[in-house]
C-alpha cells in the first residue's frame, strides 16, 4: 500500500525558532492535509492543501503541496511552548473513499 | 470544533469479552472511520463507512466489526477482545477531503 514517510521523527528546539518538517510518498496524492495532536486528545486539522503548489498559511504556521504531488511541509514560524505536541501528514489519492495515508509523526518540544 | 463523541472514553476488559465502542456524530457526514493509534505504527485504519449500513475493511480489520445503522452512529465491536488489541482508538469523519477526529477511547485488554 501507499507509504508517506515523515521526518524528522522529533525535534527539541527553543522558544521563537522556526520549525520544518515534511513528508514524501512514492505515489501521487490529490489532497495533503496537515494535523496536530496534543497528549490524551485527537489529532485536530491545522491545513488542508488541495492543489499542486499551493502555498497556505494558517497564523504561524505554512505548508506547502509540492510541484511533483509527491511531497508537502510544514513550516511554523517563532515557536512558542503551546505548540509542543505530535505533527501528522496526510495525503489523499483519488477514488480511495476519501481515505487518508498518514504519516508517522514529528514530535516537537519546545524549550521555553 | 466538529461535532464528533465517542464513548467510552476509557475502558479495561479481560480477554476474550466482547466489547463496543461507539461513535457519535451531529455534522450530518457521509463518510465515518475507525482508527487504532499505536506507538511507532501511527494511525492504521480499521474500517469505514461511506453511507449507512455500507461498511468496508481498512488495512487493520481482522478481530474487527462495525455496524452503522443511523448516519450518526457508527459502532466498533471487538467481538472477543485480546491484548494485542489494547490501544487509543479514534473515530473520524468527513464530507469530502477533511477528515475530523474525535476525542478518542483508550482501550486496555488485561
Same mark, same amino acid.
Given at each position: ?18 520549525? #520544518?518538517?515534511?513528508?514524501? %510518498?512514492? $505515489? @501521487? ?5 496537515? +494535523? ?5 486528545? &485527537? ?28 511531497? #508537502?511541509?510544514?513550516?511554523? %514560524?517563532? $515557536? @512558542? ?5 505530535? +505533527? ?5 489519492? &483519488? ?18 | ?110
Amino acid at each position: 500500500g501507499q507509504q508517506l514517510n515523515q521526518s524528522p521523527q522529533s525535534m527539541f528546539i527553543q522558544e521563537g525558532e522556526d520549525v #520544518s518538517m515534511n513528508c514524501t %510518498s512514492s $505515489s @501521487i496524492f490529490n489532497t495533503w492535509l496537515w +494535523y496536530k495532536q496534543d497528549p490524551g486528545e &485527537g489529532p485536530v486539522l491545522l491545513i488542508a492543501l488541495y492543489k499542486a503548489g499551493e502555498l497556505t498559511s494558517n497564523g504561524r504556521l505554512t505548508a506547502q503541496f509540492g510541484i511533483t504531488r509527491k511531497d #508537502s511541509f510544514l513550516n511554523i %514560524s517563532a $515557536s @512558542i511552548p503551546s505548540d509542543v505536541g505530535i +505533527y501528522f501528514c496526510a495525503g489523499r489519492s &483519488g477514488g480511495s473513499n476519501y481515505k487518508l495515508t498518514f504519516g508517522k509523526g514529528t514530535l516537537l518540544t519546545v524549550n521555553p | 470544533d466538529a461535532g464528533i463523541t465517542q464513548s467510552p472514553r476509557h475502558k479495561v476488559t479481560e480477554t476474550g469479552t466482547p466489547v463496543t465502542l461507539r461513535c457519535h456524530q451531529t455534522e450530518n457526514h457521509r463518510y465515518m472511520y475507525w482508527y487504532r493509534q499505536d506507538p511507532g505504527h501511527g494511525l492504521r485504519l480499521i474500517h469505514y463507512s461511506y453511507g449507512v449500513k455500507d461498511t468496508d475493511k481498512g488495512e487493520v480489520s481482522d478481530g474487527y466489526s462495525v455496524s452503522r445503522s443511523k448516519t450518526e452512529d457508527f459502532l466498533l465491536t471487538l467481538e472477543s477482545a485480546t491484548s494485542s488489541q489494547t490501544s487509543v482508538y479514534f473515530c473520524a469523519i468527513s464530507g469530502a477531503d477533511e477528515q475530523y477526529f474525535g476525542p478518542g477511547t483508550r482501550l486496555t485488554v488485561t
